[in-house]
């Protein structure tokens, strides 16, 4: 079983930047991304990145944060910069690893508090 274990978590000013971490403590070998959750809405989609390096992101994000991550380390990260009080939430790793037989096994990370204030 593979645990996600996020950092870098805290509480900033509007405009300040942070930098989120996630390593898994195996093999990762699907994408890798970072969803967050405000309270009293849903779980969304942030960023993503695929094993290959191709990143994707939710429009509200856009121009503002970056996916990375690093094969060897089995880690992703995310830099956040010019937050926004918007973004306050609960950030999550989530990690995927296909099995030889083409099985999907995903993974979650406990979550990360970002807290911007204005």
């Known amino acids: 079983q593979v645990q996600l274990v996020e950092s870098g978590g805290g509480l900033v000013r509007a405009g300040g930047s942070l930098r989120l971490s996630c390593a898994a403590s195996g093999s990762i070998n699907d994408a890798m991304g970072w969803f967050r959750q405000a309270p009293g809405k849903q779980r969304e989609l942030v960023a993503v990145?695929?094993?290959?390096?191709?990143?994707s992101y939710a429009d509200s994000v856009k121009g503002r944060f970056a996916i990375s991550r690093d094969n060897a380390k089995n880690t992703v990260y995310l830099q956040m910069n010019s937050l926004q009080s918007e973004d306050t939430a609960v950030y999550y790793c989530n990690a995927g690893s296909r099995s030889v037989s083409g099985q999907l096994i995903n993974y979650w990370g406990k979550g990360a508090q970002v807290t911007v204030s204005s």
């Open positions: 990145v695929t094993s290959g390096g191709s990143a």
